[in-house]
């Protein structure tokens, strides 16, 4: 079982950019295929993107698309969210997400209900 911290939210203006990073422990991190959701008030979670267990892969909605990257260190068992060109819509709280599996195919993991485990989310807002 792994135990994920999100951290790097905050406050920025649109058009700025933030690094959101998920720590993991209790489980061997290379196991997992990783994903970034993200929930506003009211509203389902949404996928925002994956990477797999090795990072050679990673898969993205359409509305992050070119602005967001997806990075991992397996040796410092961290996750990263590189958001740039931040928009006044991207404002949410974003969670990362773990599911176990060096064969999970990435493309198929983009709701929820594909992620065994989750962290405790971290807020980011854009004003405009």
């Known amino acids: 079982q792994v135990h994920l911290v999100e951290s790097g939210g905050g406050l920025v203006e649109a058009g700025g950019s933030l690094r959101l990073s998920c720590a993991a422990s209790?489980?061997?991190?290379?196991?997992?295929?990783m994903g970034w959701f993200r929930q506003v008030p009211g509203k389902e979670r949404k996928f925002v993107g994956a990477?797999?267990?090795?990072?050679?892969?990673?898969y993205y909605a359409d509305s992050v698309k070119g602005r967001f990257t997806i990075s991992r260190d397996n040796d410092k068992n961290m996750l990263y969210l590189q958001m740039n060109s931040l928009k006044p819509e991207d404002t949410a709280v974003y969670y990362c997400?773990?599911?176990?599996?060096?064969?999970?195919?990435?493309?198929?993991?983009?709701?929820?209900?594909?992620?065994?485990?989750w962290g405790q989310g971290t807020q980011v807002t854009v004003s405009s």
């Open positions: 997400a773990a599911v176990e599996g060096q064969d999970i195919i990435i493309l198929t993991t983009t709701t929820p209900d594909d992620y065994e485990y």
């Open positions: 209790g489980g061997t991190f290379s196991r997992y295929a």
């Open positions: 990477i797999n267990w090795n990072g050679g892969m990673q």
